[in-house]
């Protein structure tokens, strides 16, 4: 059974970074594709970006040219690296198999960002 858990959320002011991990068990991970999503208040949950088992990614138009997508195999573990964030990007950022549309069902508890000055 797939497990997600997803760490290094925190309270940043706009333009601040943060790089978040995703470790994934009960999947030969180097062979699905992987994507992040979030959700603000009030809000659905929406893809941010995504990254193919050979490496390609892909992103949401908002966090274009802000964020970057990867993932190291040998370690079972994909990272979104946010820079210039904006108040918008506030949210918790949960990750999935599936570098366009979540897979599985089985949601890991996410990790919060929070844009703020």
């Known amino acids: 059974q797939v497990q997600f858990v997803e760490s290094g959320g925190g309270l940043v002011q706009p333009g601040g970074s943060l790089r978040l991990s995703c470790a994934a068990s009960?999947?030969?991970?180097?062979?699905?594709?992987m994507g992040w999503y979030r959700q603000a208040p009030g809000k659905q949950r929406d893809f941010v970006a995504g990254?193919?088992?050979?490496?390609?990614?892909n992103y949401e138009d908002s966090v274009k040219a802000r964020f970057t997508i990867s993932r190291d195999n040998t370690k079972n573990t994909m990272y979104l690296q946010m820079n210039s964030l904006k108040l918008e990007d506030t949210a918790v950022y949960y990750c999935?198999?599936?570098?366009?549309?979540?897979?599985?069902?089985?949601w890991g508890q996410g990790t919060q960002v929070t844009v703020s000055s």
């Open positions: 999935n198999v599936g570098a366009y549309v979540p897979i599985s069902d089985h």
């Open positions: 990254i193919t088992s050979d490496g390609k990614t």
């Open positions: 009960g999947i030969i991970f180097s062979s699905y594709s």
